[in-house]
């Protein structure tokens, strides 16, 4: 062991050894004071099983764990313990003790349930092979025959077809090919979705065919067969609710039959299968309860779960990667070992393997978390990989001419002349972020972040008419006709203020409109043009496009964005600045990944004099009180939203959802909102029609909107000052805080009514209850982050990446 080594092994051993050292002092006068000591050594030499590389250490770390769970004094344990934990850490041999300990039947943990590694491996590239250090202890119990690694036949590599593993005939490679997994490294990266104790079960009559199991019963019969020349075995045992057949197709030595004598009780590990309609195990693990003592504990048995493929039994499937693992070790591991090593990582073969084949050691709630090293390791290599790709594409564009802008005025003074209002802080925090990103010879790539209303098109027409007054011109665009028009309406009643010349362009002018815009953008007279994806067809020809401004990027895809940016580049001669603007806020430590090839800013602060949306939660049974608020407002002049969950999507076309909804909406036409002008929308309309109903809602042809969640990222219409919020539970609190931004637009007071189900339980309601407390979009992002983990953010971000 090398210096550096040892020194890293001390301090891997540290939080197991510390402990033990205090205990034992003076003749072990703190074993009996320090609480819960027991345990601390357990999640201490529990963790360590994960985080150890070396193969042998981390066996002889399971025994320790095991000596720890055993029965025994707690004296007697942490001496034990004691003494092995620093023959590790002096690189000595296993103690006697523990050697026997380990030996006593139950196997050591970890390396002898694995697969073994190939050993022609070229160690080269400074990894070891995983099994390349034994456990300490001769394994004499063989691993049952179907556990049992095949002879991996020399031309089997990771990129092997998986119809050529051993095991897998065209029938399973069909299986398996249709399910996604091709190769052998398909094969071996198709990890278990969880995993389940198999511990002591309590009678046969529980046992489940093709899974692993221990049972104890009695021993009724048995008999010795020569079978095509070799020998083999059976014993029948019983227990009150039925036999189990146990066969062995070897010898078991001389005295198996005084050994396996009748009567006697018996504990037996194994995989149950059916053979000949009975239920039997073959090469089960087995103790002679009478003989050997009864068992310490029961036994656990991590037995991993995966994902099914219809047709292949489980057992099938773990017969088959056993076939496989071995080559876990070929994987290509692409963290760089000193990273590794720093995060203390297992490595990659090593993860895998102990993912198939978690040791029995391992805490079963840390793997059903995801919380174990070797999960950790796959994990933060998804991030790594995705964080690459990012700082690559960053550096990337970095590496890219941009046009270094210099600004007669700063964007603060041009703000002065578009607006009536003073800036927020942030915003003027924003514009100088941006200033400074546009006069670098780099182009800009910045992402604006705020919540509705914050003024984010306040800064992005600031930023434009700095660019106009430059000589250059900027592009806006938005995904929906509805949310250009709303930009068009912004920019038309601002800009040319400043004498600046601004013109639209979406899907929906007359070509000769067209023709016209399209001849402005060419000669530079149209300086600022706002626009649909209209903006990037292939005839449209900028004179200098300096800045483009993206709305709601997620909505683009990156080609679309790509696209700008070459026409960018075709009329100045360099990539032109982005803008990108986004009122879905990510929480601060999501951003990085969900958008790192971008620079953040941040709008975090409303302009004065808001009156906030009141946010209020309502049972089921009050239902007719929210509804009467709706009535109300409407007598008022107002208009609301009524908005429903998504339903279970039952079937592909989405029916479902339009018939629930629709029916949903018929109710209230005919009850609650009985003789008001209902507008349905949902997400199985075309564009044309969805646009159609929104227009007719903004010039006030509707008065209460029934829809999905389409609304969310929607217009403005400042009249609308009520939105009701139903099942509010199902929705998750950045929803429906983007929800709740679609009212307090105007100038009248808005409420959010949040009705939730009378089933819901406190949870949801507590839930729920910070959309009462906050209006800030981060606050809630950080706590729907906490809640839901980030899958929804990323699930719904990356058709934006
Ligand atoms: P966002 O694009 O973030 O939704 P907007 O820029 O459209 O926000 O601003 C929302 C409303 O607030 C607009 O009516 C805008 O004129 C107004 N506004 C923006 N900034 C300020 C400010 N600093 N002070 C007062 N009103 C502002
Ligand atoms: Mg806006």
Not at 630 to 652: C, I, M, N, T, W
Request: charge should be neutral.
């Amino acid at each position: 062991m090398s210096n550096e080594k040892a020194t890293e092994l001390e301090t891997l051993l540290a939080p197991l050894r510390n402990p033990l050292t205090f205990a034992a002092r003076n003749d072990f006068e703190n074993v009996e004071r320090i609480k819960d000591l027991e345990k601390t050594l357990l999640a201490a030499a529990r963790r360590l099983v994960g985080v150890v590389r070396d193969g042998g250490v981390r066996a002889r770390l399971g025994s320790i764990v095991e000596v720890l769970e055993g029965k025994g004094g707690r004296k007697e344990k942490v001496r034990r313990v004691l003494e092995e934990v620093e023959a590790i850490a002096e690189g000595r041999e296993p103690i006697a003790d523990s050697r026997r300990l380990i030996a006593d039947g139950r196997g050591p943990i970890a390396e002898s349930r694995l697969p073994k590694a190939d050993d022609r491996r070229p160690i080269a590239d400074g990894r070891k092979p995983i099994a390349d250090s034994r456990p300490p202890i001769a394994d004499d119990r063989a691993p049952p025959a179907e556990r049992r690694v095949s002879k991996k036949p020399e031309s089997l590599s990771l990129k092997s077809e998986v119809q050529y593993v051993k095991g897998i005939g065209p029938g399973i490679a069909k299986l398996l090919n249709d399910k996604g997994i091709a190769t052998v490294e398909d094969l071996i990266r198709f990890l278990p979705r969880r995993y389940e104790d198999r511990s002591l079960r309590g009678s046969i009559r529980d046992l489940t065919p093709g899974e692993g199991a221990t049972i104890q019963g009695t021993i009724l019969a048995k008999s010795a067969k020569n079978f095509r020349g070799r020998r083999s075995l059976e014993v029948a045992i019983g227990d009150d609710t039925g036999t189990l057949r146990l066969t062995w197709f070897r010898s078991l030595g001389a005295d198996w039959a005084e050994r396996f004598a009748k009567g006697k009780r018996v504990q037996v590990s194994g995989v149950v299968k059916v053979f000949r309609g009975q239920l039997q195990m073959a090469h089960p693990e087995t103790r002679i309860l009478d003989d050997d003592g009864p068992a310490p504990e029961a036994p656990t048995e991590l037995v991993p779960i995966y994902s099914e493929i219809e047709g292949l039994r489980p057992q099938q499937l773990r017969r088959v990667l056993d076939n496989v693992l071995p080559l876990a070790s070929h994987l290509d591991d692409c963290i760089p070992t000193a990273i590794a090593e720093r995060h203390h990582l297992p490595d990659l073969g090593t993860s895998v393997q102990l993912l198939h084949r978690p040791p029995r050691a391992t805490d079963l709630q840390a793997l059903l978390d995801m919380a174990t090293p070797w999960h950790k390791r796959l994990i933060y290599e998804e991030l790594f990989l995705l964080q690459l790709v990012v700082l690559q594409r960053k550096a990337k564009a970095a590496a890219e001419a941009g046009r270094a802008v210099s600004f007669g005025a700063s964007l603060a003074d041009e703000a002065v002349k578009l607006f009536p209002f003073a800036l927020t802080k942030a915003q003027s925090r924003v514009l100088r972020d941006i200033e400074h990103d546009m006069g670098k010879a780099v182009p800009m790539h910045r992402l604006l972040q705020g919540d509705v209303g914050s003024g984010k098109t306040a800064v992005a027409m600031s930023a434009a008419a700095a660019i106009a007054h430059a000589g250059m011109q900027v592009a806006i665009m938005a995904p929906t006709e509805l949310l250009a028009e709303q930009h068009a309406r912004t920019a038309l009643a601002s800009l040319p203020k400043a004498g600046i010349r601004v013109d639209v362009l979406t899907g929906s002018v007359t070509a000769a409109e067209r023709r016209r815009i399209l001849g402005g953008l060419a000669s530079g007279n149209i300086q600022v043009v706002v626009g649909t994806h209209a903006l990037i067809q292939a005839d449209v020809r900028f004179h200098k496009l300096a800045l483009g401004i993206i709305d709601e990027q997620h909505r683009f895809g990156v080609l679309q964005r790509a696209r700008l940016l070459e026409q960018g580049r075709e009329s100045l001669g360099a990539t032109p600045h982005v803008l990108v603007m986004t009122a879905t806020p990510i929480p601060r430590t999501l951003a990085l990944t969900v958008y790192g090839d971008l620079d953040v800013s941040i709008i975090d602060e409303l302009p004065p004099g808001r009156t906030p949306v009141k946010t209020v939660l309502y049972r089921e049974k009050q239902r007719d009180q929210v509804y009467r608020r709706v009535r109300h407002a409407v007598e008022q002049g107002r208009q609301a939203y009524v908005v429903f969950p998504l339903v279970e999507e039952s079937d592909k076309e989405g029916m479902a959802e339009i018939r629930a909804v629709t029916s949903e909406a018929e109710d209230l036409a005919n009850g609650a909102l009985h003789g008001l002008r209902i507008g349905l929308l949902h997400g199985r309309l075309d564009a044309a029609a969805k646009e159609q109903v929104m227009r007719a809602f903004l010039n006030k042809q509707i008065d209460v909107l029934v829809a999905t969640t389409v609304v969310e990222v929607g217009i403005d219409v400042p009249n609308a000052t009520v939105m009701v919020i139903e099942h509010a539970e199902r929705f998750g609190l950045s929803q429906l805080h983007q929800l709740r931004g679609r009212v307090g637009r105007g100038a009248h007071a808005s409420e959010c009514l949040l009705l939730t189900s009378g089933t819901s339980s406190d949870d949801a309601w507590r839930r729920l209850g910070v959309m009462e407390e906050t209006a800030d979009g981060f606050k809630i992002a950080e706590a729907d982050l906490e809640i839901r983990g980030p899958g929804d953010f990323i699930g719904t971000r990356q058709s934006g990446l």
